[in-house]
């Protein structure tokens, strides 16, 4: 696997295992707006540019805000129009805010 990139000072890295056509990216900690505003977004976007596949890994994020899974609706949505397939495995924290706003993606 390649370089652990520390994306912000409240726990969140970015894990990155390439391979031709595929990428993992691996949150950890708190998920929350002030963290998206570290670029977690370009980071996902690029990899949707850059490679078929995409998996998202959240299990171990112990904290999420509607702000974040707003980004990843988006992101998925954008993954869907570039026929890319993007998927995410989420923590219990992420799940339950997922069902407290009624959200499935």
Same mark, same amino acid.
């Given at each position: 696997?390649?370089?652990?990139?520390?994306?912000?000072?409240?726990?969140?890295?970015?894990?990155?295992?390439?391979?031709?056509?595929?990428?993992?990216?691996?949150?950890?900690?708190?998920?929350?707006?002030?963290?998206?505003?570290?670029?977690?977004?370009?980071?996902?976007?690029?990899?949707?540019?850059?490679?078929? %596949?995409?998996?998202?890994? $959240?299990?171990?994020?112990?904290?999420?805000? *509607? +702000?974040?899974?707003?980004?990843? =609706?988006?992101? @998925?949505?954008?993954?869907? %129009?570039?026929?890319?397939? $993007?998927?995410?495995?989420?923590?219990?924290? *992420? +799940?339950?805010?997922?069902?407290? =706003?009624?959200? @499935?993606?």
């Amino acid at each position: 696997m390649g370089n652990l990139l520390e994306l912000s000072e409240h726990h969140i890295t970015e894990e990155r295992g390439y391979t031709d056509m595929a990428e993992t990216i691996k949150y950890k900690g708190a998920l929350t707006i002030n963290e998206l505003s570290g670029g977690v977004f370009d980071d996902l976007r690029d990899a949707l540019a850059r490679f078929d %596949e995409l998996m998202v890994d $959240m299990r171990d994020v112990d904290r999420v805000d *509607v +702000a974040a899974i707003q980004m990843f =609706i988006a992101a @998925r949505k954008e993954s869907e %129009e570039k026929g890319c397939c $993007m998927t995410l495995i989420t923590s219990e924290a *992420v +799940a339950d805010m997922m069902s407290l =706003i009624g959200v @499935r993606i």
